[in-house]
């Protein structure tokens, strides 16, 4: 079984920073790419960032040069720092792993996702 369990949302006001982190764990065989999606109310859900296992980062246009993705290799974690909030960064930010797992002697490429955590940004 897998698991990613998220941390790190909550309240802010605008202009401020949260960081989420994301931490995989299970019957993982190796990491292809991790990543960061959210979804406002009323709206689909889309893609922040993503990055791959040869640290390749790509970002959505609304969030460059504000929010970085990072990953720590030997703890299967993703990390998104967040700065210079705004309003319309409000959502459920959800954690999203492709994965390598083991089944027995075999192995098999899944995507997973976590439970989502809230970010909202306010005065």
């Known amino acids: 079984q897998v698991q990613l369990v998220e941390s790190g949302g909550g309240l802010v006001q605008p202009g401020g920073s949260l960081r989420l982190s994301c931490a995989a764990s299970g019957s993982i065989f190796s990491i292809y790419g991790m990543g960061w999606y959210r979804q406002a109310p009323g709206k689909q859900r889309e893609l922040v960032a993503t990055?791959?296992?040869?640290?390749?980062?790509n970002y959505a246009d609304s969030v460059k040069g504000r929010f970085t993705i990072s990953r720590d290799n030997a703890k299967n974690t993703v990390y998104l720092q967040m700065n210079s909030l705004k309003p319309e960064d409000t959502a459920v930010y959800y954690c999203n792993a492709d994965l390598k797992i083991a089944i027995g002697i075999e192995t098999m490429r899944r995507d997973y996702w976590g439970q989502g955590t809230q970010v909202t940004v306010s005065s």
């Open positions: 990055i791959t296992s040869g640290g390749s980062t």
